[in-house]
């Protein structure tokens, strides 16, 4: 499994004195998880495709527009997410559906989800199954580990807003998980 | 055991050699500009982005606007050239003249012929060309 690298140890700074190595290596660093993240909000691979390379064009055309090198990693997870909702047919309901927020229920899920070989289909099948929206703030939490507030910064959401999602979506997970246990025992 | 994100990851690495190629290709735009005798097609490409720049920035956002004022603007073009058209779109005979284009050809006209009748004015009308004299020779200068 790629180690989440520190941000610390990524060559932003040479990457914008135009360094085509550094790009490179930000780009490897990155790739996989953009991809991710938009195939799993899209359900298209073409689009998922598109939204890398779209979103590494972005990148190097607006690196001057980052004010501080230790958040690319947000940056350009809220340039794929814009991305994303570019090529989105129905922008304003496939990203902005707006579900039932739950903010008097907002005790800590767990905070690390681990799952069986035997739950990982179940698993993604419930991923699927999440409206886009918390899928968005399940996924930036899931495969960077980002900040309640970087998510709300990629998704350009209220805070409050992303706790709800990340609250909801992980119960139903967990729910999931806990049926699907008791199924198998 | 695994991880969400190992779990992802694993399941989406197939599409790595795709992505690689993406990333490649990226980065080999990177560094073109830098290669000797590049100038031209950056230039070109500059130019290119000078027009979709605006055309993205500007017309874009706002094309129902534009849509809306782009009508206008040949709506008007299409009335002020119907306005000047002296054929009648019903009839297609010439448009008839219009009240006060006829009294001023009949003011024309009357103008004519005034001017026509003056053409060969009689001596007795003929201005004189006789000025006053010198202002010196008119009368005594009287000193007061």
């Not at chain 1, 909702?85 to 739950?102: G, I, N, T």
């Not at chain 2, 290709?25 to 979709?52: E, H, I, K, M």
């Amino acid at each position: 499994m790629p180690e989440v690298s520190a941000p610390e140890q990524l060559p932003v700074a040479q990457a914008r004195a135009g360094d085509p190595a550094a790009w490179n290596a930000l780009f490897r660093r990155y790739q996989l998880p953009i991809y991710v993240f938009a195939f799993e909000l899209l359900r298209d691979e073409q689009a998922g495709r598109d939204v890398v390379q779209e979103t590494f064009l972005a990148a190097v055309r607006h690196l001057a527009s980052l004010r501080e090198d230790d958040k690319f990693g947000s940056w350009l997870f809220a340039i794929a997410h814009q991305k994303c909702r570019q090529h989105a047919r129905k922008p304003a309901e496939v990203l902005f559906d707006e579900v039932p927020e739950s903010p008097d229920a907002l005790d800590d899920g767990p905070d690390e989800l681990l799952i069986r070989r035997e739950q990982e289909a179940a698993f993604m099948s419930q991923l699927a199954q999440l409206p886009p929206s918390h899928r968005a703030v399940l996924l930036l939490h899931f495969l960077e580990d980002f900040s309640l507030a970087d998510i709300a910064r990629v998704t350009e959401t209220p805070l409050g807003t992303v706790k709800s999602r990340l609250h909801y979506a992980k119960k139903a997970l967990c729910k999931l998980l806990e049926a699907d246990n008791e199924n198998t025992a | 055991m695994k991880t969400p994100r190992e779990i992802l990851l694993a399941r989406h690495r197939a599409a790595a050699p795709q992505l690689d190629a993406i990333r490649h290709a990226v980065v080999n735009d990177l560094s073109r500009p830098t290669q000797a005798g590049a100038w031209p097609a950056n230039l070109a490409a500059a130019c290119l982005r000078l027009l979709t720049v605006p055309w993205r920035e500007l017309v874009l956002p706002a094309r129902r606007v534009w849509t809306a004022l782009a009508a206008v603007w040949v709506l008007l073009f299409v009335i002020n050239f119907s306005q000047h058209n002296p054929v009648s779109s019903v009839t297609g005979q010439p448009a008839r003249p219009q009240p006060v284009m006829m009294s001023w050809q009949a003011q024309q006209r009357w103008l004519n012929e005034l001017l026509t009748d003056r053409a060969a004015p009689p001596d007795a009308d003929r201005p004189r060309n006789s000025g006053p004299g010198p202002r010196t020779e008119n009368g005594e200068i009287s000193f007061v």
